[in-house]
């Protein structure tokens, strides 16, 4: 392929088809790997025990060095649990998510998204993951989808610096794919210490990922938007909002007019409350 051309074209293709990630510093040719003849195991030598697997769940010393595939899910939350709850500002959780080792998409992802907007502000914004915009900009809500939110909040008074946002994942997954619940679980508690912190008024949890994780429902986001539940704390309770995410709307544009009542339901409640 020496038309340059043809490798622009190439590599647009590759970007639309989510493969938008480089995980190696140097090219490599899988395929002809897979033509390379298998090479054959050394037979174990006489009276030598078979390799030894760790045993499944396992908590992981901490300050050792071991393998993330190895690392159980429950024992990275367990991890990320202690750590957070040991944060007493937002500034020690931020170093804390950006020190953490135990979720694989730390290694795939260029920058930690964190927040971003107003902490004390009345009403926190939770999203489900950055996207790629977000990922370079280290910036939640900055791609198309973060433009069109802001419209949203715009048009009942609120903005960036009167509203504060973030995500449920501080990394972004490669391609932009769903996070798995494996991934979810280890962030949740940073996630939970993340609202503790900033004690909002109001949550706003965009997104079907958002609502029923952080809701513990089972309904997807059509049913959950537009009602008022609450977000359990141990020092109470918070209404919390379910919305369409923005990313969504700009699929369904035709939903917009529910994120409208929506955004209405949000800036009334906020009224109720001065």
Not at 6 to 30: F, M, N, T
Not at 214 to 240: H, K, N, Q, V
Request: proline share 9%; hydrophobic share 45%; aromatic share 6%.
């Amino acid at each position: 392929m020496a038309n340059p051309a043809d490798r622009i074209a190439a590599l647009r293709w590759l970007v639309d088809s989510g493969a938008d990630e480089a995980v190696l510093a140097q090219p490599r040719d899988r395929f002809a790997e897979n033509k390379a003849p298998p090479r054959a195991r050394p037979a174990p030598a006489p009276g030598d025990a078979p390799p030894a697997k760790a045993p499944r769940g396992a908590s992981v010393p901490r300050g050792a060095s071991v393998p993330l595939a190895l690392e159980a899910p429950d024992a990275a939350s367990e991890s990320a649990r202690d750590l957070a709850a040991g944060c007493e500002t937002l500034d020690q959780l931020r170093d804390v998510m950006a020190r953490f080792d135990g979720c694989a998409l730390r290694h795939t992802a260029t920058n930690l998204v964190f927040g971003d907007g107003n902490p004390e502000s009345r009403v926190m914004f939770v999203g489900e993951a950055p996207g790629a915009d977000e990922d370079r900009q280290g910036l939640p809500f900055v791609g198309v989808s973060g433009q069109l939110l802001d419209r949203m909040i715009a048009a009942i008074g609120l903005s960036r610096k009167s509203a504060y946002i973030t995500n449920i994942l501080p990394w972004r997954p490669p391609g932009n794919r769903k996070p798995d619940a494996a991934e979810v679980t280890i962030c949740l508690p940073f996630i939970r210490r993340h609202i503790e912190l900033v004690a909002p008024e109001l949550l706003v949890l965009v997104g079907g990922t958002a609502a029923s994780t952080l809701l513990e429902r089972r309904e997807g986001i059509t049913r959950l938007r537009g009602r008022w539940l609450f977000y359990a704390l141990d020092s109470g309770e918070i209404p919390a909002l379910p919305i369409y995410h923005p990313a969504y709307l700009l699929r369904q544009p035709a939903l917009k007019r529910q994120a409208w009542q929506d955004m209405l339901a949000l800036k009334h409640r906020l009224a109720g409350m001065t």
